[in-house]
């Protein structure tokens, strides 16, 4: 069964500083992998999605990488501002799942201060 | 823009009421899911239907049914809510499997409290 885990599960930094959040699964056989963004009370919003033939992909401040072999996948936002303030959930889908079933981590909570 | 509404942002209900959350989604798609959200459990599902009047269970299915008369509608029913159901239910949305950049696609969520 895929486990999906998120390390650390909370992080605060002062504006400016860049973010680095860890994301680990323990199956390699996925079609991709997806980050997401959730405001506090609200639903989620799809940040980044890299495929499986991909190492990395980068849209604005976000830069996300996608080790296969190592079960790993880091999400990198440069220059943190305050309304980076959420949590960042990240999710595999299973090639051997039907349906585009996504197995979610824990999410890691950001608290980025002025 | 894909666009996912749920019924209703806030729901407060009494112990063993049946509980009715409807979630409507705009772009013809095939999948449609139920999740429901704990601190400390993260995001469950609980079911999922991947066309009309089809079904599956997904991690967490007891104490609640599902239905999907429409394509565009996918209701989650807790025939008689019980005080462990207050949670945040988050419905989504997703083409069937057509490429590899498919995603899900999240309404804002029901907090449901359950007294």
């Known amino acids: 069964k895929q486990e999906v885990t998120q390390i650390p599960a909370a992080l605060s930094v002062p504006e400016g500083e860049n973010l680095v959040l860890n994301c680990s699964f323990t199956?390699?056989?996925?079609?991709?992998l997806q980050w997401f963004r959730q405001d506090p009370g609200k639903g989620l919003t799809s940040l980044l999605l890299?495929?499986?033939?991909?190492r990395e992909q980068t849209s604005g401040r976000l830069n996300a990488s996608l080790d296969k072999s190592s079960g790993r996948s880091t999400l990198y936002i440069a220059a943190s501002q305050p309304g980076d303030s959420a949590t960042y959930l990240c999710?595999?889908?299973?090639?051997?799942?039907?349906?585009?079933?996504?197995?979610f981590g824990g999410g890691t909570r950001v608290l980025v201060k002025p | 823009d894909v666009k996912v509404t749920q019924s209703s942002r806030y729901l407060v209900k009494r112990t063993g009421e049946k509980v009715f959350l409807e979630c409507v989604q705009d772009?013809?798609?095939?999948?449609m899911f139920w999740y429901r959200q704990d601190p400390g459990l993260g995001l469950r599902l609980i079911y999922f239907?991947?066309?009309?009047?089809?079904?599956e269970k997904g991690d967490i299915p007891e104490g609640y049914s599902v239905s999907r008369e429409k394509k565009e509608r996918f209701s989650l029913i807790l025939e008689s809510a019980s005080t462990n159901q207050t949670s945040m239910y988050l419905c989504?949305?997703?083409?069937?499997?057509?490429?590899?950049?498919?995603?899900?696609?999240f309404g804002p969520g029901t907090r449901l409290t359950v007294l």
């Open positions: 989504a949305s997703s083409p069937f499997w057509r490429e590899s950049t498919d995603t899900q696609y």
């Open positions: 199956d390699s056989a996925i079609y991709n």
């Open positions: 890299i495929q499986s033939s991909q």
């Open positions: 999710a595999v889908p299973l090639i051997k799942a039907a349906g585009n079933k996504l197995t």
């Open positions: 772009m013809d798609h095939e999948n």
């Open positions: 239907s991947y066309d009309v009047k089809m079904k």
